[in-house]
């Protein structure tokens, strides 16, 4: 039997407690697409929302098997067990069919993360639409911080829009590399590096370790060419490893060292503001195209207008024209 809706008020009693069951009902409101799931979905939101922004917002993208996942599981470890922080991982995957697949691949990934009681994990809502995905990781980010989490990892695989989306969600943003592996194995666009705070080369260990250490040069040459950072900070290139742990403790610090500049700076605050701007920007389209394709003058004449916009008789700026005029 599903459990009994909650009110509002419960939903946010229960997250201000950090109740981790109410957190991720409150997740699945934000995922589901039902106009009153998101009606209550916002109303909490609102509610909760003084007590949101407070937590430090880490982006982690690379190819798929990069080793993110494992990764997060270290990296978060050393976070939650050495420095006391409530971690919260979130992942942002719209090309997942992988449903509840994901769920275990994720869990079974970060068994340590997994089963601590001061981390939540949250696999991506599956099979959405990457706008879909993206609002729904949103909203997700500030109800964990709510829940009183401090340092939140968005995971998001490097092979499409997702990490440009997911860079607009976090303060900083971490590129997983792999050594021996060329930019174009990696599917690495130009756009994608700019976009980075730090690089890491991941499994710099055994065999691999002395590739890496050449890699490493290679990237440090290569971010050379590249205009100055947005942020004015330095682009380092670390190496490490999940498995033995090397260099993890490194990243940490430089997170937390960039994160303190940027606040002294001013640049940590305007990139939230401009993050907020275009939050607001994706809302105002959504609920335009909602209200579009909702009237019903619109839907009636839709079929007809898209066969003459297809069978190149209508331009599509006339088309889109004659609908905005229907009721
Ligand atoms: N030697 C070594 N192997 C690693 C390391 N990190 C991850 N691996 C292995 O690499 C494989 C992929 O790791 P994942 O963490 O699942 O990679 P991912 O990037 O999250 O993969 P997707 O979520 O599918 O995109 C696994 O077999 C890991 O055990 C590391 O630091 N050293
Ligand atoms: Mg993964």
Redesign the pocket.
């Known amino acids: 039997m599903p459990a009994p809706r909650l009110s509002a008020a419960a939903f946010v009693e229960g997250l201000l407690a950090g109740q981790r069951g109410v957190l991720s009902r409150a997740i699945t409101l934000a995922e589901s697409t039902l106009p009153a799931d998101r009606a209550l979905g916002q109303e909490v939101l609102q509610a909760v929302l003084p007590r949101t922004g407070r937590s430090l917002r880490i982006g982690i993208t ?13 990296l978060g470890r050393h976070v939650v067990e050495t420095l006391g922080k409530k971690l919260a991982v979130l ?1 942002v ?1 719209p090309s997942s069919q992988r449903g509840g697949g994901s769920i275990l ?2 869990k079974t ?1 970060m068994p340590w993360l997994s089963a601590h009681p001061a981390v939540f994990v949250r696999p991506s809502p599956a099979g959405g639409s990457l706008g879909g995905v993206t609002r729904a990781t949103r909203e997700a980010l500030l109800l964990c911080e709510a829940a009183g989490h401090d340092v939140i990892f968005v ?1 998001t ?2 092979v499409g829009q997702s990490e440009t989306a997911v860079h607009g969600l976090v303060d900083f943003f971490l590129l ?1 590399l792999l050594a021996g592996a060329g930019d174009e194995l990696q599917g690495l666009k130009r756009g994608i590096m700019e976009m980075a705070d730090a690089l890491c080369i ?5 065999a ?1 370790e002395l590739a890496a250490r050449r890699a490493r040069i290679d990237y440090q040459n290569a971010l050379h060419l590249f205009p100055p950072a947005p942020s004015g900070q330095v682009v380092p290139v670390l190496l ?5 742990g090397a260099g993890l403790p490194e990243t940490w610090a430089t997170v937390e060292t960039y994160a303190a500049a940027a606040r002294a700076s001013g640049y940590f605050a305007q990139r939230r503001a401009e993050q907020q701007l275009q939050w607001f920007e994706d809302a105002v389209q959504q609920a335009l195209a909602a209200q579009f394709y909702g009237r019903a003058g619109v839907r009636g004449a839709l079929a007809d207008v898209r066969a003459a916009v297809a069978a190149g008789q209508l331009t599509p700026w006339a088309a889109a024209e004659r609908l905005l005029g229907a009721e």
Do not use: C, H, M, Y
Not at 202 to 206: E, G, I, L, V
Not at 240 to 244: N, P
């Open positions: 690379g190819v798929p098997g990069v080793g993110k996942s494992t990764f997060i599981e270290a992942a995957d691949g994720d990934r995971e695989v490097g997983l991941t499994k710099a260990d055994q691999n490490t490893s999940a498995v033995t």
